[in-house]
């Protein structure tokens, strides 16, 4: 989320991020590795390197990138302790629908949509004036955001 407020084709240190949000900075690597692959987030090594986005945050479908994130089929995953089910059970049915449902939800809404308003000015505090934070300029404003009150 603060990549979307960094200036454009700004390399964020992670180590800076990862202090803010109070995450190893192994963890955080992990995370934008995986963002890497999917083709959200560029990374560079280096002393001037960083992480940033590879695309418009208008252009990054929230229920793909938690489907990137979290994987797709793992609210149940019967294959991990094999059940004597597997195959032929309507729950895991039941829950791979919801799950698909969960994402289509999630898709009608971008990444600049859930970082406008309130969360882009906590972001902003969050991340003032922090070295490597990559100038923390506010994403394009979405109206009628679905949750006001956030």
């Known amino acids: 989320m603060h990549l979307t407020l960094a200036e454009r084709r700004v390399w964020v240190a992670t180590p800076a991020v ?3 949000f109070d995450i190893s900075v192994h963890h955080l690597q992990k995370i934008a590795q995986t963002l890497v692959r999917a083709g959200v987030v560029e990374a560079r090594q280096g002393r ?3 992480v940033r986005l590879a695309r418009d945050a208008r252009e990054i479908r929230l229920g793909r990138l938690v489907a990137d994130l979290e994987g797709v089929g793992t609210v149940v995953d019967c294959r991990r302790d094999p059940c ?5 059970c309507r729950l895991k049915w039941a829950f791979d629908a919801a799950e698909q449902a969960f994402f289509l939800e999630l898709d009608r809404l971008t990444l600049a949509d859930v970082v406008a308003g309130p969360t882009a000015a906590a972001l902003r505090a969050l991340f003032r004036g922090e070295p490597g934070d990559g100038g923390a300029t506010p994403a394009t404003p979405v109206p009628n955001d679905p949750t006001p009150s956030n």
């Open 18 to 20: 990862a202090q803010r």
């Open 48 to 50: 001037s390197g960083g």
């Open 84 to 88: 004597p089910l597997l195959g032929r």
